[in-house]
């Protein structure tokens, strides 16, 4: 075991050199990097897991983001937009199942009609469960009246991965056009911020030509732009895509696995009191991933509550888990999961993350 990592982990604040080491850790000096992750995880966020049922709105996207199986350009892929009826049903098993919060998500579309579409949509969910579940959405980048817009029916949380934090590197994984640019993106997340939403960014991991180095400035991003949540996964590619044409030059699957533990142990202890999610994205390469993922410092689980006959075509990558499980099975298997990775549910608390209370304590 090395005196280093040793070193590293008695350190007030970790620097890009430290990040490098910990993330190239081997076998012996994970564990210390794991405890002391969880150690930081009780101390300052405590052992409870908190649920967002995520409902998969629609897989229309009018975006191409090379990695992607449900980018415009995949013709293969089938689409579909759930009903409002359908979207409200899921909703309403996440509140009578005291989930707390839900997560709409879909493929970025914008145009009046969708817009007002979704205003309703969150102002029902929140009528429907008499204002008591939290609403994060997930739907790309938006204009700053739309964010308001959704903001004001009721939404207070939004996920928008930065993706990969290399501006460099943004153009390898995107078209090079006005619709997939880095500093748009960006921007889309200052504006998420000053609307008033939590902001929740996230990276993949593992992506071909991305070195230990990027990711350690992953981190860093997310820490110098005060993220209060994150949701990072492994890379996982997908046949009909372009970005599948690398697939020689991966990592293999189990090896960006455990890269993805050792960036949320990482994260949770240069960023202690924000949320971290346990993504779908880890469990699809092992199937505890999600539970490996809260011992190690991740306090969010997102179980699908996508009506299952939309499932299948939610494909963003390989092996998709859990598409044939119904809503009442994954809750049941979830639960015994969490309990034995020593975590206890907050069942019917919107689990907000701690980071943005400390900086808006008067806000939630
Ligand atoms: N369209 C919205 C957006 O891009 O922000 C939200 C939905 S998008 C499907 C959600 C996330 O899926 C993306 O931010 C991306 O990180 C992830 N994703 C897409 N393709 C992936 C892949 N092949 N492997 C792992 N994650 C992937
Ligand atoms: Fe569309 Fe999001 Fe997939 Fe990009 S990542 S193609 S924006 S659904």
């Known amino acids: 075991m090395s005196d280093d990592i040793k070193h590293i982990l008695e350190k007030e604040n970790l620097e890009k050199p430290d990040l490098v080491k910990l993330l190239s850790a081997g076998e012996e ?61 899921a909703a309403r098993y996440a509140w009578e199942n005291r989930f707390g919060s839900v997560v709409i998500q879909a493929g970025e579309r914008s145009g009046k009609n969708y817009v007002a579409r979704i205003e309703s949509l969150v102002a029902r969910i929140k009528d429907m469960s008499k204002g008591e579940l939290g609403i994060t959405l997930s739907l790309g980048e938006q204009t700053e009246e739309t964010y308001r817009r959704w903001f004001d029916a009721g939404a207070h949380r939004y996920l928008l991965r930065i993706e ?14 006005k619709t997939h640019d880095y500093n748009a993106r960006l921007e889309a997340l200052y504006l998420l ?49 372009p970005m599948y044409k690398y697939k020689d030059r991966l990592l293999p699957k189990m090896e960006r696995f455990n890269l993805s533990l050792k960036m949320v142990a990482c994260l949770r202890i240069l960023m202690k009191d924000i949320n971290i999610a346990a993504t779908t994205a880890m469990q699809a390469i092992d ?50 999961r969490i309990h034995m990775a020593g ?17 808006n304590p008067g806000n939630v």
């Open 29 to 89: 000096d994970r564990k210390l990097l794991f405890e002391k992750a969880m150690a930081v995880k009780e101390a300052l966020v405590g052992k409870k897991v908190f649920y967002r049922g995520l409902i998969e709105f629609s897989n229309l996207c009018a975006k191409n983001c090379y990695y992607c199986g449900i980018r415009a350009g995949n013709k293969k892929q089938h689409r579909y937009e759930a009903s409002e009826d359908e979207v409200l049903e």
């Open 164 to 177: 990969v934090s290399n501006p460099a590197l943004y153009p390898t994984y995107h078209p090079v056009d």
């Open 193 to 241: 911020r000053k609307v008033g939403y939590q902001v929740g960014s996230g990276v993949m991991i593992g992506l071909p030509f991305q070195s230990v180095e990027d990711l350690a400035d992953d981190l860093l991003f997310f820490q110098e732009h005060d993220i209060d949540m994150v949701g990072m996964g492994p890379y996982i590619e997908h046949a009909d895509t």
């Open 287 to 336: 199937p505890m991933g999600r539970e490996k993922a809260i011992k190690v410092g991740a306090n969010i689980i997102m179980p699908n509550l996508t009506p299952t006959k939309y499932r299948d075509d939610y494909l963003l990558y390989e092996d998709k888990p859990c598409t044939d499980e119904d809503a009442e099975e994954c809750k049941r298997c979830l639960e015994a």
């Open 343 to 359: 975590g206890e549910i907050g069942y019917g608390e919107w689990g907000d993350s701690k980071h943005f209370k400390k900086r």
